[in-house]
């Protein structure tokens, strides 16, 4: 006899919207600029000006498809990709790296929960035989 999941839809678009909306608003302020944001990513993270911009359209770009259902798996590994650089990052300055890692499990959370061929790929149990 198999058992059969019940995942509630509104799991995974809550775990959707908040990484999304934090990237699109983190994305935001890399392109308009800020003075304190370039500050830090500048004398902080030891990144060139220049590169403040480029960045910001990547991270828009990959929220954005990470939240388009038809495209969210890739925007899923892309964002998966930018949160790696992310955690280099921080570990090459010597801050914590948590916060992105914790990113990037309720980016896949959210995937998960939202997407049934997600969890046919990725089941948390082995299927019974």
Same mark, same amino acid.
């Given at each position: !006899?198999?058992?059969?999941?019940?995942?509630?839809?509104? /799991?995974?678009?809550?775990?959707?919207?908040?990484?999304?909306? #934090?990237?699109?608003?983190?994305?935001? !302020?890399?392109? !308009?600029? &800020?003075?304190?944001?370039?500050? !830090?990513? $500048?004398?902080?993270?030891?990144?060139?000006?220049?590169?403040?911009?480029? /960045? &910001?359209?990547?991270?828009?770009?990959?929220?954005?498809?990470?939240? /388009?259902?038809?495209?969210? #798996?890739? &925007?899923?590994?892309?964002?998966?990709?930018?949160?790696?650089?992310?955690?280099?990052?921080?570990?090459? $300055? &010597?801050?914590?790296?948590?916060?992105?890692? /914790?990113?990037?499990?309720?980016?896949?959370?959210?995937?998960?929960?939202?997407?049934?061929?997600?969890?046919?790929?990725?089941?948390?149990?082995?299927?019974?035989?």
């Amino acid at each position: !006899m198999s058992e059969t999941r019940s995942y509630n839809p509104w /799991i995974g678009r809550v775990l959707t919207a908040l990484p999304t909306a #934090a990237f699109l608003a983190s994305g935001t !302020m890399k392109l !308009m600029g &800020g003075a304190d944001g370039l500050k !830090m990513f $500048v004398e902080k993270f030891g990144y060139p000006a220049s590169a403040l911009a480029p /960045i &910001g359209a990547v991270e828009l770009t990959c929220a954005a498809l990470y939240a /388009i259902p038809r495209t969210s #798996a890739l &925007g899923a590994v892309l964002l998966t990709g930018y949160l790696g650089g992310a955690v280099a990052t921080h570990v090459r $300055v &010597g801050d914590p790296f948590v916060a992105p890692v /914790i990113f990037g499990v309720v980016v896949w959370a959210g995937l998960y929960f939202r997407d049934a061929r997600v969890r046919a790929v990725l089941p948390l149990r082995a299927p019974a035989d």
